[in-house]
């Protein structure tokens, strides 16, 4: 009977058990939504020249946690905004989509200012590497559909400043 009686508290301790894991995994975690924060502005000129094309109001993203989270867990950003990376030298650089839920033109900037890439409409949450092609030191991003709309270019340059 004592047999018996340890058989039927081990089962159901057991159903106890699997019952309270898998309403745990029924919990979703969320993440708090981040807010533009604007450090600075960034000018873009057409061809080296005094002809400004557009501005935007930027965030920088310069240590290693700013660079590595970027624009992920916002829901998005005005049209006059956007991220500037800050590399501490000019090299190759990847960029992914991961958990970043909105579509990004990424604009690959060498050391001296001038556009050297693009990556349009970048699809959001999509983890494959988009690669700056040549090297490179600053990337902004802006909204997806931008850089077009805006008519910015390979050869444009770039200022930008703090607040």
Same mark, same amino acid.
């Given at each position: 009977?004592?047999?018996?009686?340890?058989?039927?508290?081990?089962?159901?301790?057991?159903?106890?058990?699997?019952?309270?894991?898998?309403?745990?995994?029924?919990?979703?975690?969320?993440?708090?939504?981040?807010?533009?924060?604007?450090? /600075?502005?960034?000018? #873009? &000129?057409?061809?080296?020249?005094?002809?400004?094309?557009?501005?935007? %109001?930027? $965030? *920088?993203?310069?240590?290693?946690?700013?660079?590595?989270?970027?624009?992920?867990?916002?829901?998005?950003?005005?049209?006059?905004? /956007?991220?500037?990376? #800050? &590399?501490?030298?000019?090299?190759?650089?990847?960029?992914?989509?991961? %958990?970043? $839920? *909105?579509?990004?033109?990424?604009?690959?900037?060498?050391?001296?200012?001038?556009?050297?890439?693009?990556?349009?409409?970048?699809?959001?949450?999509?983890?494959?590497?988009?690669?700056?092609?040549?090297?490179?030191?600053?990337?902004?991003?802006?909204?997806?559909?931008?850089?077009?709309?805006?008519?910015?270019?390979?050869?444009?340059?770039?200022?930008?400043?703090?607040?």
């Amino acid at each position: 009977m004592k047999t018996i009686y340890k058989s039927s508290v081990i089962l159901m301790a057991a159903a106890l058990l699997l019952f309270s894991c898998k309403e745990e995994s029924k919990k979703t975690i969320t993440t708090q939504s981040i807010d533009f924060t604007h450090e /600075g502005d960034a000018t #873009i &000129f057409l061809n080296a020249s005094d002809t400004v094309k557009t501005k935007f %109001n930027i $965030e *920088f993203a310069e240590t290693d946690y700013e660079t590595q989270t970027g624009l992920m867990y916002r829901k998005g950003m005005e049209d006059n905004q /956007g991220m500037l990376f #800050i &590399f501490p030298d000019q090299r190759m650089h990847s960029f992914y989509m991961k %958990n970043t $839920e *909105f579509p990004l033109d990424i604009i690959y900037i060498k050391e001296d200012l001038k556009i050297a890439s693009f990556q349009e409409n970048a699809q959001p949450l999509n983890e494959t590497g988009l690669s700056s092609q040549v090297p490179i030191k600053y990337v902004l991003e802006i909204n997806g559909g931008l850089a077009q709309e805006l008519g910015l270019s390979i050869g444009d340059s770039i200022s930008f400043s703090r607040k």
